[in-house]
């Protein structure tokens, strides 16, 4: 039988759990692969994105969208990307010992039954990269802060339409 202590360590362990049923939060893919939201983020057509930067986050986009065929689609999601590397550190013989790159999508989905557009905005991430001697060794830090800038814009743009289509099939709209 548990002892006065753990009966009350219990006891109000259930008194706090009792206000997270109404603080409104909601699973964002409610209903699993069937779900509303499911089944709206797998009909976006994603059009090709340009250069490598577009690449990988066209690609990282669709791993989480699906990414629908032409023919199946009911919206699409149109990306521009602006990527910048800028020295920050400068030293007293010129050179740059620290970059940062910055990458900025400015994306739009768009409803094509009605040609509305649902989400207009813009996500953006940055990273620093170290300046070594070793060519090679920046090479490989630039690539690798490209690869999860563009991570990170996708993720970005991923939760944004999702949580809009969600929106609005809780409202009842097609969005």
Do not use: F, W
């Amino acid at each position: 039988m548990p002892d006065a202590r753990a009966l009350r360590a219990i006891a109000l362990l259930a008194l706090a759990t009792l206000p997270l049923g109404a603080c409104g939060l909601q699973p964002m893919y409610g209903g699993g692969g069937s779900g509303t939201v499911a089944r709206d983020v797998a009909a976006v057509l994603i059009t090709p994105i340009e250069g490598k930067a577009g690449y990988l986050v066209r690609n990282a986009v669709a791993d989480r969208l699906g990414g629908a065929a032409a023919g199946n689609a009911r919206y699409r999601l149109d990306v521009r990307l602006d990527e910048k590397l800028i020295g920050m550190i400068v030293q007293s013989d010129d050179s740059v010992s620290r970059e940062r790159r910055v990458m900025r999508a400015r994306y739009q989905l768009t409803d094509l039954a009605s040609g509305a557009i649902i989400v207009d905005a813009t996500a953006d991430a940055d990273a620093g990269i170290d300046i070594v001697s070793s060519e090679y060794a920046v090479i490989g830090a630039e690539q690798t802060a490209q690869e999860n800038l563009a991570r990170a814009i996708a993720n970005q743009i991923v939760t944004n339409v999702a949580l809009r289509l969600r929106q609005a099939g809780k409202a009842g709209q097609h969005p």
